[in-house]
């Protein structure tokens, strides 16, 4: 079974890049036909998808979030990342990676704050 678990900071500035990584294992995030998504959930808020890369590195962004956020895949690392630029306190949230939102990682909480 797909296993996934985030990493990344947890504590960033204003208006820095936020990094953030998902590390796949028990099976490989290229031979899978999987959509790769990254979800977050805002205290106090309902989850939102920010975006999905699938294979041939197809990406999928949420309108809401095109053009601040970029998702990539490593697949030496069997990992995807997703980059988030120019954060606000806003972007505080627990952040989630998934495959086909079926299999799901813990979450890693992100504060952004100065």
């Known amino acids: 079974q797909v296993q996934l678990q985030e990493s990344g900071p947890g504590l960033v500035k204003p208006s820095q890049t936020l990094p953030l990584t998902c590390t796949v294992s028990?099976?490989?995030?290229?031979?899978?036909?999987?959509?790769w998504s990254w979800i977050r959930q805002p205290p106090g808020k309902g989850l939102e998808w920010m975006g999905a890369?699938?294979?041939?590195?197809?990406?999928y962004y949420s309108p809401s979030q095109r053009g601040r956020t970029s998702i990539s895949r490593d697949t030496s690392k069997n990992q995807f990342t997703l980059q988030l630029i120019s954060v606000t306190p806003e972007d505080t949230a627990l952040y989630y990676c998934?495959?086909?939102?079926?299999?799901w990682g813990h979450g890693t909480q992100v504060t952004v704050s100065s």
């Open positions: 028990g099976g490989s995030i290229t031979t899978n036909s999987y959509y």
């Open positions: 998934a495959a086909d939102l079926v299999h």
């Open positions: 890369i699938a294979n041939g590195d197809r990406t």
